[in-house]
Antibody, heavy 124, light 112 residues
């Protein structure tokens, strides 16, 4: 059973770059049926999709964050990463990594599984 | 961007009673391939969201048949036939018909 686990600093200074990594176990990041994504949840708020990327390089980002986002996929280490530049307090949130299953045979898709989430606070 | 609107934002249900959550989108979630891309997720306290329903009406693997999804176009409903204590949490609908993917604001379910 596939599992995802986020890792990275819990505190980032304003204007710096937020960097998180998601380790994938129990499955291959080179599985063509998955896009590897990030979703965040501001404190006591709803869910905001950040973006996702296929191991072949196809990527989709939220336009509201697009110029600040970079998602990379590392097939050698079976992990993927998020970089969010020029952070402000508004980027304080729990960040989830999640696999977006996308089956071109059945045309079905959904986010599963999700990591447990990691709180990132932007503060000096 | 598509706007996703859920109602109610909270509900309190007696165990064994039914519950229903509505989700409306500002644009049709019917894709050109004929499929509707509306999912339902449940976020239990202290946990990440988990998939319940995909493509409006398909239960995800392992989801009890007490949960059902229906709807088309812009109007969708998640129904729980008999609420249990384990169903407590926040329910989100999500559209994946176009980028950006958008979640509804969430509906909090509590037990009376």
């Amino acid at each position: 059973q596939m599992q995802l686990q986020e890792s990275g600093p819990g505190l980032v200074e304003p204007s710096q770059t937020l960097s998180l990594t998601c380790s994938v176990s129990g499955g291959s990041i080179s599985n063509g049926k998955f896009y590897w994504g990030w979703i965040r949840q501001h404190p006591e708020k709803g869910l905001e999709w950040i973006g996702y990327k296929h191991y072949t390089g196809t990527a989709y980002h939220n336009p509201s964050l697009k110029s600040r986002i970079d998602i990379s996929v590392d097939t050698s280490n079976n992990q993927f990463s998020l970089r969010l530049t020029s952070v402000t307090a508004a980027d304080t949130a729990v960040y989830y990594c999640a696999a977006f299953f996308h089956d071109l045979t059945t045309y079905s898709n959904w986010f599963d599984p999700w990591g447990q989430g990691t709180l990132v606070t932007v503060s000096s | 961007d598509i706007v996703m609107t859920q109602s109610p934002l909270s509900l309190s249900v007696t165990p064994g009673e039914p519950a229903a959550i509505s989700c409306r989108s500002s644009q049709s979630l019917l894709y050109k391939n004929g499929y509707t891309y509306l999912d339902w997720y449940l976020q239990k306290p202290g946990q990440p969201p988990q998939i319940l329903i995909y493509m409006a009406s398909n239960r995800a693997s392992g989801v009890p048949d007490r949960f059902s999804g229906s709807g088309s176009g812009t109007d969708f409903t998640l129904k729980i036939s008999r609420v249990e204590a384990a169903d407590v949490g926040v329910y989100y609908c999500m559209q994946a018909v176009q980028i950006p993917i958008i979640f509804g604001q969430g509906t909090r379910l509590e037990i009376k």
